[in-house]
């Protein structure tokens, strides 16, 4: 199993899935903090978070899976999202709530 059908195996097996620098607990970089206070405000309960500073392979291989240059990276129901600016972004403008509320995630779910 090559490197790119594990990453699809875990965005299609989750509802949300964080591709990060460190974990939840013990983020290891602003935007991956940021990224998940974000997901935590929207009342998300349910998050594969997936270290990439653990496997070179992944964080070289979440790049080109998703065509996007930095982590972390956002993926609902098997979509990607996109970075720590643009969930902010879209968590202001009340986008993110809505989506994770259509997905049946997050708070008022």
Not at 5 to 25: E, F, T
Not at 27 to 36: E, I, K, L, R, W
Not at 86 to 99: D, K
Not at 103 to 108: F, N, P, Q, T, W
């Amino acid at each position: 199993m090559n490197i790119q059908d594990v990453i699809r195996d875990q965005v299609s097996a989750n509802d949300v899935v964080l591709y990060m620098k460190g974990s939840p607990q013990f983020p290891q970089c602003g935007f991956s903090s940021a990224a998940v206070q974000i997901l935590k405000a929207c009342g998300v309960k349910e998050v594969l978070a997936v270290n990439v500073l653990a496997d070179s392979d992944i964080r070289q291989g979440i790049k080109e899976y998703s065509n996007w240059p930095t982590i972390p990276q956002l993926y609902i129901k098997g979509e990607f999202i996109g970075g720590s600016d643009i969930m902010r972004e879209m968590y202001e403008s009340g986008e993110l709530q809505q989506m994770l509320k259509d997905a049946g995630l997050g708070e008022s779910a």
